[in-house]
T-cell receptor, first 112, second 115 residues
Framework: GESVGLHLPTLSVQEGDNSIINCAYS??????FIWYKQESGKGPQFIID?????DKRQGQRVTVLLNKTVKHLSLQIAATQPGDSAVYFC???????????FGTGTSLTVIP | DSGVTQTPKHLITATGQRVTLRCSPR?????VYWYQQSLDQGLQFLIQ???????AKGNILERFSAQQFPDLHSELNLSSLELGDSALYFC??????????????FGPGTRLLVL
């Protein structure tokens, strides 16, 4: 399969600080990316997506940045809250394909 | 709540047995995807069904099979179970045939333990 990896397997941040979670992807033909949040005992929950014709997309407290030159994706969470503690996955879809490739995830812990 | 439902939540069985996992997609979604999540491998795509037909295949073992019924619910059948099949099995759904046009929404998963 394709390689979608995260730079940091764990991340701890202080409540109120901003968090940045990074993801590297390997296939330059990937044209759609999703960030998912998975809380303990639950399924992955859609956070935000971005298509390859964009380099930035903002949601509520979250921003995804896409750098196609270096095949890098990041998720920024503003004013991190305890409820943000979870594992975050990036997933890529290669143009023309139905399959998403997921990274192994980054565990975010928010310290109150 | 994503709107995707899965049953059962937990399943404990023995090696060599066969189990069936069930998934109902979000209302109106035509595609169903099955994923396996184990501790050491992350989320692995198994198979996709779109409107009753197999659409894409990933790392699905020959001992595993799936189908999608006319009412669009799907079942994943796991047979000749081995200890290594213990994992979380997720179902996801999307509106049409999938790919770069569509977000996949995940169900809560079925936790399978093979003893």
């Amino acid at each position: 399969g394709e390689s979608v990896g995260l730079h940091l397997p764990t991340l701890s941040v202080q409540e109120g600080d901003n968090s940045i979670i990074n993801c590297a992807y390997s296939n330059s033909a990937s044209d759609y990316f999703i960030w998912y949040k998975q809380e303990s005992g639950k399924g992955p929950q859609f956070i935000i997506d971005i298509r390859s014709n964009m380099d930035k997309r903002q949601g509520q407290r979250v921003t995804v940045l896409l750098n196609k030159t270096v095949k890098h994706l990041s998720l920024q969470i503003a004013a991190t809250q305890p409820g943000d503690s979870a594992v975050y996955f990036c997933a890529e879809n290669i143009a023309g394909g139905n399959q998403f490739y997921f990274g192994t995830g980054t565990s975010l812990t928010v310290i109150p | 709540d994503s709107g995707v439902t899965q049953t059962p939540k937990h399943l404990i069985t023995a090696t060599g047995q066969r189990v069936t996992l069930r998934c109902s997609p979000r209302s109106g979604d035509l595609s169903v995807y099955w994923y396996q999540q184990s501790l050491d491998q992350g989320l692995q795509f198994l198979i996709q069904y779109y409107n009753g037909e197999e659409r894409a295949k990933g790392n699905i073992l020959e001992r595993f099979s799936a189908q999608q019924f006319p009412d669009l619910h799907s079942e994943l059948n796991l047979s000749s179970l081995e200890l290594g099949d213990s994992a979380l099995y997720f179902c996801a759904s999307s509106a049409t045939s999938g790919g770069s046009r569509e977000t996949q929404y995940f169900g809560p998963g079925t936790r399978l333990l093979v003893l």
